[in-house]
């Protein structure tokens, strides 16, 4: 394999080699649970699902995905919904998992949740502090960014220019405006643990320098994360863990991916213009979604718009179009191999939009195709470039019947759903099996959760 991988610290594309032969470590950022995640968010969950799937072809991979379940946007949707903490960060880490699950997105060999993890932050707290990286004050703990003098390499900032530059309000508390905590004090109300520096929580940067380590080592091979976390969250990374292993370097590769935009505006809540996986997987399948967010470069920025997933659908139809019919057994399956142009195109850096334009170019030569052993044969390919990209998982008849008009509606489903709930609440569960196969029968999957039913469409 002669993967190519952008990083961001050399800011160029470079051969991939990882530090011990034929194994890899891979750590994403993953999300802070205080809500559902909007499409944006999946942007990074399905783009290095990708990245994960091409190199579990060649290596042993350890994938590790954290949870960041204590936050201060966590605190105050507690406040806001007069829920405990424990029961948003359950319902929300439930709700990421069900939805980058519809997606495709398959489950990290390590999903380390920040809350778990709380001894290992204080050592590494303890460790900066002792070799004068990081200083306490006023309850805080935080990293003197002075120390380190590579501080800015990641994101290209100039620490001085920086300096210069800062229009901060400097808390009390710190030396300089740049220092971050590391740890913080905790009102009684708020989620907090004992530590040396009185009961308190860590700042969200060291809990990924924490996590990492501990279940990937000192030096992992792969970090990645969205482009807004360039600075300050993999730059503070960065300059923690070099510190606390004496200069050990921490990631030898970072991806970033680009931002996804909406209408060419931003996506923000106060925007109003944010859409929500789980709101979407109600009504688009899954494998669109995931096609249109693969169908740019992973580095290159995304505008959504109603085009992108009308767009993503036509190219589905086209790929099972060329696939029906076409009777391939699993055998067959098993021994199709990737075509060596797609392969070529995701190993250079993960070139979604060539490795597509490959993809549609079998399709093209099956339709043309009128021999029946090439027709199978094309059609095992397909099946293989469509299990490494996270698509064509349906069956296609099944598929093309995911459009036939009269399809049950958001609000049936929601109507039928209730009525099985009734149903189980009054013990008829008779009645309440013959709805669950009723919308089974209809291509609805039904899931019950902590927080109630969920559907989607199965196909
Ligand atoms: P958060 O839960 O906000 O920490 O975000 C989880 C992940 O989604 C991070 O890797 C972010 O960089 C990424 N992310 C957030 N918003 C977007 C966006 N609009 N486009 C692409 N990635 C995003
Ligand atoms: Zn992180």
């Not at 019919?325 to 399956?333: F, K, L, N």
Request: glycine share 8%; net charge negative; proline share 5%.
């Amino acid at each position: 394999m002669t993967l190519q991988l952008h990083d961001t610290l050399q800011g160029k594309k470079i051969p991939f080699k990882p530090l011990h032969p034929g194994e890899v470590t891979m750590y994403l950022c993953g999300p802070t649970v205080y809500d559902y995640s909007h499409i944006g968010n999946a942007r990074p969950a399905v783009v290095f699902d990708l990245l994960v799937r091409l190199l579990r072809r060649t290596y042993k991979l350890t994938f590790a995905r954290n949870i960041t379940d204590v936050d201060d946007k966590i605190n105050a949707a507690a406040v806001e919904t007069g829920k405990p903490i424990d029961e948003i960060t359950a319902r929300f880490i439930d709700a990421y998992n069900a939805d980058m699950g519809a997606l495709g997105v398959r489950p990290p060999d390590i999903e380390p949740r920040a809350t778990r993890h709380i001894g290992e932050m204080i050592a590494m707290i303890e460790t900066l502090i002792e070799k004068g990286f990081a200083y306490e004050a006023q309850d805080h703990v935080l990293f003197d960014v002075s120390s380190y003098e590579q501080y800015g390499a990641l994101s290209k900032r100039d620490l001085r220019e920086m300096i210069a530059g800062a229009r901060v309000e400097v808390a009390p508390y710190k030396r300089a405006a740049h220092d971050f905590v590391l740890w913080k004090p905790s009102t009684p109300e708020l989620p907090g643990w004992d530590s040396p520096w009185g009961r308190g929580r860590p700042g969200w940067h060291i809990e990924c320098s924490a996590m990492a380590k501990k279940h990937l080592g000192m030096t992992i091979d792969i970090h990645a994360g969205g482009q807004d976390l360039v600075f300050p969250h993999h730059e503070n990374e960065l300059a923690q863990s070099c510190c606390a292993h004496d200069g050990a370097p921490f990631a030898r590769y970072w991806l970033h991916n680009g931002f996804l935009s909406m209408d060419q505006t931003k996506m923000s809540k106060s925007l109003g213009n944010v859409l929500l996986v789980h709101d979407l997987i109600k009504t688009i399948p899954g494998e669109v979604i995931r096609l249109a967010l693969l169908g740019a470069h992973y580095r290159q920025p995304l505008d959504w718009s109603a085009d992108t997933i009308e767009s993503a659908r036509r190219m589905l139809d086209r790929l099972y179009g060329a696939v029906q019919g076409i009777e391939v057994s699993d055998d067959a399956r098993a021994a199709a191999e990737v075509p060596a142009a797609l392969l070529a195109a995701l190993e250079d850096d993960l070139n979604t939009p060539k490795a597509l334009a490959e993809f549609f170019e079998l399709a093209r030569c099956l339709n043309k195709t009128t021999d029946k052993q090439t027709k199978i044969a094309l059609a095992g390919k397909m099946y293989a470039c469509g299990e490494l990209l996270g698509v064509l998982g349906s069956d296609p008849d099944a598929w093309f019947a995911g459009y036939v008009e009269g399809d049950l509606s958001p609000e049936e489903i929601d109507a039928l759903i209730a009525k099985r709930d009734a149903a189980k609440s009054g013990r008829d569960f008779k009645l309440a099996d013959a709805i669950r196969d009723q919308l089974g029968d209809a291509g609805i999957s039904i899931q019950d959760g902590r927080d109630g039913t969920s559907w989607r469409r199965s196909g």
